[in-house]
């Protein structure tokens, strides 16, 4: 959790910096953005992550699924957006970082996808060594898109 903290503190520093004035600006902005909302996905599985450890029951593990699907939903989205309008003006490196990224928004969909299913047809079942540790992927997969989003926004500084 407190590792949660320091990341938003430092990703709350990046975002609040003002953007490049480069030609790339737009790409360099939205990347800022998916960092954002990578770090906002991890907040969100940590927390799932925390419920499993709790045993907390599935309304309150749905509700967080549910959170953390909107939060995919919305990476894949501004991921998208870049790789639409943005990906000419990027660099090699931040193309290859992006295409990385959008293959862990993926995972993170899937691993997303398969809690809701497992936990809507078990929801008495939720101790289940198995759920936890896709709990655990998801939050794992969270973790790593957010270093790779950070990695690439710290080559351009």
């Known amino acids: 959790m407190k590792r949660t903290f320091v990341t938003l503190c430092v990703t709350a520093a990046i975002v609040a910096m003002p953007a490049l004035a480069a030609p ?3 790409a360099h902005d939205l990347l800022q953005k998916i960092q954002f909302q990578a770090v906002t996905t991890e907040r969100d ?7 499993t450890s709790d045993q907390l029951d599935w309304m309150a593990q749905g509700l967080e699924l549910t959170k953390i699907q909107d939060d995919v939903n919305a990476l894949g989205r501004t991921v998208r957006r870049v790789q639409m309008e943005d990906a000419n003006a990027m660099t090699p490196d931040q193309q290859a970082t992006l295409n990385r990224i959008g293959r862990r928004v993926n995972l ?5 996808q398969d809690a809701i299913l497992y ?3 078990h929801r008495d079942l939720l101790w289940n060594p198995g759920y936890n540790q896709d709990v655990q992927l998801l939050y794992q997969n969270s973790e790593r898109l957010v270093h790779e989003a950070h ?3 710290q080559r351009e500084g």
């Open 24 to 26: 790339d600006a737009s």
């Open 108 to 112: 993170l969909a899937n691993d997303t």
């Open 119 to 121: 936990g809507r047809s």
């Open 151 to 153: 990695t690439v926004l």
């Open 45 to 51: 599985a940590g927390r799932l992550n925390s419920y």
